[in-house]
């Protein structure tokens, strides 16, 4: 499964930037895709997924603020950020794994993309 990301940029505190990732993966099959970013002691932290029945998960620090959406026709996941702040300047993968279950660890994804850079400044 190939995943290629895009959106990434540079805004102020308070902006918005919305991410899309689109991928080659099935969405007729049982699947997981998320959002990842790197963090300190972790390798990738899990930020949101979502499950082929719309279920969602997302990390503490950024509910209410980002919402993960899918377009299966499409097969573009997207990353909506708002109300952004300097602690989420990252790197963001996206990434899809094959099963039913909702999962925000690295592990559990089998394919990944090769990242867009988003800096916030304050």
């Known amino acids: 499964v190939r995943l290629v990301e895009s959106g990434g940029g540079a805004v102020q505190a308070g902006g918005s930037l919305r991410l899309a990732c689109t991928h080659d993966g099935s969405t007729e099959d049982p699947h997981g895709l998320a959002w990842f ?8 932290e899990g930020v949101a997924a979502i499950i082929k029945n719309g279920d969602t998960l997302y990390t503490n620090s950024v509910k209410g603020r980002f919402t993960i959406s899918r377009d299966n026709a499409k097969k573009t996941l997207s990353l909506q950020m708002d109300r952004l702040e ?4 990252a790197m963001y ?5 094959s099963g039913a279950l909702l999962f925000l660890s690295a592990q559990k994804y ?4 090769q990242g867009t ?3 916030v400044s304050s």
């Open 110 to 113: 089998n394919y990944w993309g």
């Open 86 to 89: 300097p602690e989420d300047t």
């Open 37 to 44: 970013r790197p963090a300190p002691g972790k390798e990738r």
């Open 117 to 119: 850079q988003v800096t």
């Open 93 to 97: 993968y996206c990434a899809y794994r």
